[in-house]
């Protein structure tokens, strides 16, 4: 089959849905692959390493390709260029999506990638929700420490002490642990709370400290129903006073935020009011990894650097990933690969399977339909 990798068309977008590593495993499958002239080069991926694989660079790689594959869903005029009965594999966005109804008109098969059963011990190799999320804790350290005006080390000089910058990481995930263990490699103090009690063990094994909130045997049992599908839960009323209390004090004592939290279907959950920002010590800084989702800050702005009246500012960066696009693409190309090859039986035949539960929780249109329920 024709396989197409398309440009990336989204504004800050610089990560591509194959390499040369997949690609030539793709062609060695037996697969033709066309590539977009450039699609790979912000990512570092220039033409001339895809044509030494044997893929074939195109003006125009959605032509009689009958599988598509990105990193972002097609939009617009992108979506009428889709050949009739093809396959598209990217991240769609479902939730917020509102094209859908496009994909099933032109009769194309879209898998949305961020929709696959993280709890399948079968699926991790295809994650790309974790694969990513592990690249963007790391650099939203990075990206805190470029804009904190102090040390993250304590440091000993004869000019005096300089004391370890105390870094504070809302959300325990995978962008969570990995921004603890950067943090901690950087030479901070790190403090960390997550809605789920099991991640304190996860914390302190990177060398942070839990910030630990009170809960009812009924939460506990809540938040261990949420944590086997990899998410948070909603707390009861009095939980979320007594986070909000502990939160206040950790975060005015901070020098540096993350927060992390995100829920599918919904938009994040808001962690930090603005009077606990009011409360920082001027020159912090706080890093929303949510603000895309409707930010878990109170005063966050996606693409925008946000300097309050204390001299906080609060870091709207979107799309973290896309700024490790070499890493973040071959890892997401991996995952790709690797949910591509589900599509064929052991002859190389393409057959989408309704009955496999990674194809079926992935497959949200077919068949001139929309299978997706945004419930």
């Given at each position: 089959?024709q396989?197409?990798?398309?440009?990336?068309?989204?504004?800050?977008?610089?990560?591509?849905?194959?390499?040369?590593?997949?690609?030539?495993?793709?062609?060695?499958?037996?697969?033709?692959?066309?590539?977009?002239?450039?699609?790979?080069?912000?990512?570092?991926?220039?033409?001339?390493?895809?044509?030494?694989?044997?893929?074939?660079?195109?003006?125009d790689?959605?032509?009689?390709?009958?599988?598509?594959l990105?990193?972002?869903?097609p939009?617009?005029?992108?979506?009428?260029?889709?050949?009739?009965?093809s396959?598209?594999?990217?991240?769609?966005?479902?939730?917020?999506?509102?094209?859908?109804?496009?994909?099933?008109?032109?009769?194309?098969?879209?898998?949305?990638?961020?929709?696959?059963p993280?709890?399948?011990?079968?699926?991790?190799?295809?994650?790309?929700?974790?694969?990513?999320?592990?690249?963007?804790?790391?650099?939203?350290?990075?990206?805190?420490?470029?804009?904190?005006?102090?040390?993250?080390?304590?440091l000993?000089?004869?000019?005096?002490?300089?004391?370890?910058?105390?870094?504070?990481?809302?959300?325990?995930?995978?962008?969570g642990?990995?921004?603890?263990a950067?943090?901690?490699?950087?030479?901070?103090?790190?403090?960390a709370?997550?809605?789920?009690?099991?991640?304190?063990?996860?914390?302190?094994?990177?060398?942070g400290?839990?910030?630990?909130?009170?809960?009812?045997?009924e939460?506990?049992?809540?938040?261990?129903?949420?944590?086997?599908?990899?998410?948070?839960?909603?707390?009861?009323?009095?939980?979320?006073?007594?986070?909000?209390?502990?939160?206040?004090?950790a975060?005015?004592?901070?020098?540096?935020?993350?927060?992390?939290?995100?829920?599918?279907g919904?938009?994040?959950?808001?962690?930090i009011?603005?009077?606990?920002v009011?409360?920082?010590?001027?020159?912090?800084?706080?890093?929303?990894?949510?603000?895309e989702?409707?930010?878990?800050?109170?005063?966050?702005?996606?693409?925008?650097?946000?300097?309050?009246?204390?001299?906080?500012?609060?870091?709207?960066?979107?799309?973290?990933?896309?700024?490790l696009?070499?890493?973040?693409?071959?890892?997401?190309?991996?995952?790709?690969?690797?949910?591509?090859?589900?599509?064929?039986?052991?002859?190389?035949?393409?057959?989408?399977?309704?009955?496999?539960?990674?194809?079926?929780?992935?497959?949200?249109?077919?068949?001139?339909?929309v299978?997706?329920?945004?419930?």
């Amino acid at each position: 089959m024709q396989i197409g990798i398309p440009t990336e068309t989204i504004v800050g977008e610089h990560r591509v849905a194959a390499t040369p590593e997949t690609v030539k495993k793709l062609i060695n499958a037996g697969h033709h692959v066309v590539i977009e002239r450039g699609a790979g080069v912000r990512a570092a991926y220039i033409d001339s390493a895809y044509e030494q694989v044997g893929a074939q660079i195109t003006q125009d790689a959605y032509a009689g390709s009958a599988i598509i594959l990105k990193v972002r869903a097609p939009q617009g005029e992108e979506i009428q260029k889709l050949t009739s009965g093809s396959t598209v594999i990217a991240m769609f966005d479902p939730y917020r999506n509102t094209e859908l109804d496009q994909f099933a008109a032109q009769q194309v098969s879209a898998f949305a990638l961020e929709l696959l059963p993280r709890t399948l011990s079968r699926a991790q190799n295809m994650d790309v929700l974790s694969s990513q999320a592990n690249l963007a804790g790391y650099k939203s350290v990075l990206l805190a420490a470029a804009e904190y005006q102090r040390m993250f080390p304590m440091l000993m000089t004869a000019a005096g002490t300089v004391k370890p910058a105390r870094v504070v990481i809302m959300g325990v995930g995978v962008a969570g642990l990995q921004a603890i263990a950067t943090a901690k490699r950087l030479g901070a103090i790190v403090e960390a709370t997550d809605l789920r009690p099991t991640a304190k063990e996860q914390v302190e094994s990177l060398g942070g400290k839990w910030l630990d909130v009170p809960m009812s045997d009924e939460e506990k049992q809540k938040a261990a129903d949420a944590a086997k599908n990899g998410y948070g839960w909603m707390p009861g009323e009095q939980y979320i006073k007594d986070q909000n209390i502990i939160v206040d004090k950790a975060v005015s004592n901070a020098d540096i935020v993350i927060t992390t939290a995100l829920l599918p279907g919904r938009n994040a959950p808001r962690l930090i009011k603005a009077e606990t920002v009011a409360k920082m010590k001027p020159g912090s800084i706080i890093l929303d990894m949510a603000v895309e989702s409707g930010g878990n800050v109170e005063g966050s702005v996606c693409g925008e650097n946000v300097v309050t009246e204390n001299a906080v500012t609060i870091l709207g960066i979107a799309n973290i990933p896309a700024t490790l696009s070499t890493e973040a693409s071959a890892l997401y190309a991996r995952n790709v690969f690797n949910f591509v090859e589900t599509l064929f039986d052991k002859e190389q035949t393409f057959a989408i399977n309704q009955a496999d539960e990674i194809q079926k929780a992935l497959l949200i249109t077919h068949d001139g339909q929309v299978l997706f329920q945004r419930g």
